[in-house]
């Protein structure tokens, strides 16, 4: 068991964090703890791009400083330490690491020739050793992931240099460019400004290049206006021109502004440029390794590791096995063997006993008390990991030991520390500035060492010193406001951001959905129309390629091979191949199936058909296509398709297609008459009757399959030698003729923009009242459009599904439905599907109201009118059984109330405003014109109590107490309700005039626009737990209920797999309670809510657990308060089940836990109650959507 602050002053940090247990050979007994690796913290500006560009010129003008800009390569981070101390972002001794060591070794290959690399390599590796330096270099393959393009070399930049031994600062880009030149290490290119006029140029420059800029441009560019600005512009060479080694695509720049207004600086960057000059000149790009003959006395067995062809292997299956194998060629015995730390008695991964955090508090423990003495390094390091702890950032310590192949007894002890969310670098760093700390930054690629007592390490391996008086803090040497933007050019953009990261949409979701990603992505960029006309053409092609035929000699397409499938698909976009023809070109709509005995022979006809109708998208398997594929072939211009189909094996899938959408298909029979399907069948040579006489009788059942049209073409139509000859069949043959024909005028849809109105608000309001009697003569507007209504509880199936099918034929629809917050996803997609503007029709005259700590947009005096509405109806006489029969009516009503909780009338003005493209609210009067007399105590009393244990979630005698009194105090004041609302006839006419005028000025075409109010990328305002405590909390119930136990005991294996892999079971890490998604709320409702109570504590309780074979979840009581001297009120969490996620099953989302009590009533999940409740501290943090540098690094930096 852990060892409090009572256990005995000898006990190591160590022995306190294992308690009891005996330690084996292998664990270590941790006397210090200091820094391995790093790399610059995570940085975010907190004032806008703008601001900062207007900041740095100001500063510009007052001569403060100068501009520095370099280009951004496009690869991984790998940390160097010295010797075989290489590092990834999160790990080592992985593709990542082992890549970089041979790519710099070939690196010192190439500058210092095949005789003395090895020297100057080991001469550069003991300079980090001795100094304790760390270098940072981004790591451009083509095997490691794929970015804008393919490197044409591979080649790494070196980027950052840390200084662990003086208080860990980062080399300043002279320092830094000064100690490339002492090793020809391969530097960036540094252009250098220092004047206004030439710091407004670059800016100039970037917004002028922003939608095509390439390296070439960039850099012509830079290039220039150091021309034009000598003597206050300069320029350092990098080794590796951007250009020649990675190519034409450029991620874009770095501008950071330097406060320094000594000349000195300038003149010594003049220096640098001159050796960089000077170096090229000694190692231009052209340089290669020189490789002398086999039997020469420089010959040696070592130096094949620079020849080693690392895109050749990477073709290989065991890709790391090869890289460990020429790196094992090179080091021999002394090669670098990592591992986790096991238990050397038992094999028990000590992980899970060795918690950094318990020997982080000891070593503060001993260190406060004056018991033990610590050098500074390893107090900042504990503190920084007691403040991570505190702050409930979801952070992990991974330990490895280090050790030789030889497998001798020098040991060195390594902790990764992986920060999960980007958010916690923001919350640390707010941390330190309101608690006045001047502490250890947080890194990304954070490797530390622990150090043994008594342990006498391998020179090969001890990075540092045991000196007392280090100070690794790692504070920057000034603390002035950093200025930095990081700016990318739109080539690059459009290929990561969207043809990669948008790969997953296109293939799970179709074109369409992929279309929408790409259009928000580059309406977000702020693109200018040209830009955006272009890309979404190129990108409608994208779509198309990809969801064709692909070429065989490509590999599959994924997002890690996505680079070579774009190249081909560029190459044939160029030709005129994939082009999109607009709108009034293409020919047809919906799906037209071509079957016949075999699809084989189906090929060029369909090419054919496809090319004289202007169809471009061609399925050649039926089992690819989808019920929403059939729906939006013809609800969207352009997305007709042209499908093939066998007789034999795609009937079923037609049946079960033209369920639902008849109407939109249309089968095109080749060779099915009698008499041709008899001579087809002849000339098979089918022996087996059975089978012969079962083709016949599909061949009658697609016949009479259920569709909009069967038209017949001739067999010869496929037995044209080519698609040219197929073509001129299909235009000479008269039977051929009438059929194409007849297709181009099929499904031809209204293709203006519809209208869809629907109704955010509660029962009782009077939706189905204004709905009755709604028809196409009531709107004298409408002309040709045909409008319906669809009553909610009247639709069998899914409402909105049942909508989009609805509006294949109709353009106008009125929703008599309530739709609350949590459907205007629903309203959205509908929306987009059917090409409609959407409409919310509102009560005038809305009102913020607070109940308790929460606000909702609609008045008491509203819900009570709604109210007394409902208990008025005659008992049963409801459709959806919502009258005063109802058990709790009126607590259904509340609920419906509850929807909008924390959602101000503002707030649901700017959510309607963004869904689907939305016209202005029709607002109604609800209340008469009369001024509104108060609303009865009793009354209030009531709404209050009911709305107030809603959002408690109180247990089911309270609510029917709640039923009770309000139904007693509506009935008590029925003189207030009279002639309270607005009379139902003026109601009507109002909203009837309002929908006339906006029917009639509807648009031909819908715009595209700008989301409104979403500059903010929130995910979610969540409640962060600490991952141990949650396990903790685990453990105690398993060793009270031997149900749990068994239940976790046969997942045991799952606590490896990656938390965010949904094909595998796995615990989830990242444990947390949403308190809001953005799916629920706006971004600007969610800074509102909770922005001040980021990095907040809350005292939670866990109170039992839920699980079921699918997913478990702890459940947590969340106190009104935070903790601590501020006490912020706490707002509700959206989700009625306020729980903790611990596990899902594969394929399961953990939204699912949120079942998991309507699945308890039903059997269907188990509920474990606590005996008691267990503390559970948690803090509030955002979680953010993943923007472009978050998205690279996940998918690379590994």
Known sequence: MYHDSKCDDSLTATDAAMGSRKRSRRTPNITKIQLEAVFHPKFENEKSDTQIRQQMLANDTAKQGYLEVSLKHSGSLVLWSGGQRFYSKNSTNNAFTMVGEIILMQHFARCYGIDKWRS??????????????????????????????VPIRDYLILIAVADRADSGRFYSTNELVAFAHQYRLPHNDVWIFASKQASEQVFKAYDSLRETGTTTTVINSLNQIVAENDGKSSKVASLYPHDIFQGNILEGIVIRYVSNNDERTIKEMEQLRITSDDLLAIVPPSTKIVVPLVGSSADNSKDAVVQTELRALAAMDDFE????????????????????????????????????????????RSYRTGSTKFDQGTIRLAQLIEALDSLNIHATFK??????????????????????????????????????????????GFCIELIADGDDFDQNFSPNDAESNSSPCMEQSNQEEKLMLKMKFLPYMVRTFICRNGLSTLQGSGGVAFEKYAMGQLTRWEVSDASLTKWLSFFKSWSLYCTSPLPEHLPRLTSNTYLQHYKEFENMYANGHFSIPSAEECLCRGLV?????????????AVAVSRELNCQRIVRNMAEISERDVLLSVHQKGNSMICLASIEDDLGKMRKLSKSYSDAINVVHVGNCDEELEESLAHLDISDNKRLKKLKGMAKAWRKAKCNNVLQLPKAASMQPDVDATVGFLRSDDTAKAVMQTIATLNQTDDRPGLIVYFPSIPGSGKSALCGNIDKATFTSCDDRTVIVREGDAVKGKFYNEIEKDMLTNRIAVLDKNVPPISFSSVHSLCSVSNCISAAVLPSGMQDTVVGNDVYPFSLEFLAVCMNRVLRRKQNSHIGKLDSATPNCCMIVAKFYCFYRNISGSV?????????????????????????PALPEEVKLALERAINMLAQDINCTDVNDAESAMRLAIQNNQTYFDDLAAPLELTKQVFNSKLSHMISSLPDVIESRSPVGLSQTIKIASLD?????????????????????????EREDHKSNDENDT????????????FAHNSQVTQSEMMASFNHLLGCNVDAKATALLYSDKVAAIEVEIPGVTSGSARHPVPRPRNEFQHVTVWCGQDVEAK???????????????????KEPIPLCGSFSFWHEQEPDALINDTSKQ
């Open 120 to 149: 100057e390599y080991d001469r550069c590796s003991e300079y980090l050793h001795q100094n304790k330096l760390t270098c940072s270099f981004e790591l451009v393959t083509s095997m490691l992931g794929q970015h804008g393009d």
């Open 321 to 364: 096995q090869q890289l460990r194998s020429v790196l094992q060629q090179f080091h021999g015995a002394n090669q670098r063997q990592i591992s986790p730390i096991v238990g050397a008695t038992d094999g028990d991964k000590i992980d899970d006993e060795i918690n950094m955090t318990r020997v982080a508090n000891e070593i503060m």
């Open 399 to 444: 330990l490895l030991t280090e050790s030789t192949l030889a497998g001798s007894d020098s040991e060195r002890y390594l902790c990764i520390l992986h920060v999960h969310h980007d958010a916690s670098f923001q919350k640390y760093n707010k941390y330190l500035t309101r608690e006045g700390i001047q502490g250890m930054k947080l890194f990304r």
């Open 593 to 605: 199936v071509i079957v016949g005995l075999s699809r084989d022979v189906l090929e060029s006809l």
């Open 908 to 932: 649901l003005r700017e959510r309607l405003l963004n869904v689907g493209t939305s016209n202005e609210p029709i607002e109604i009067p609800f209340f008469s014109p009369n001024e509104l």
């Open 1025 to 1049: 737990f600490d991952y141990d405590k949650c396990c903790s909390v685990l453990d105690s119930v398993k060793n009270s209920f031997e149900q749990v136990k068994q239940y976790f005991d």
């Open 1063 to 1074: 094909t595998q079971n796995r615990f989830i890490r990242s444990v947390h309670c949403t």
């Open 1152 to 1170: 699912e836990s949120n079942e998991l009590p309507a699945q308890v009533k039903s059997n269907i999940a188990q509920k474990v109650l606590f």
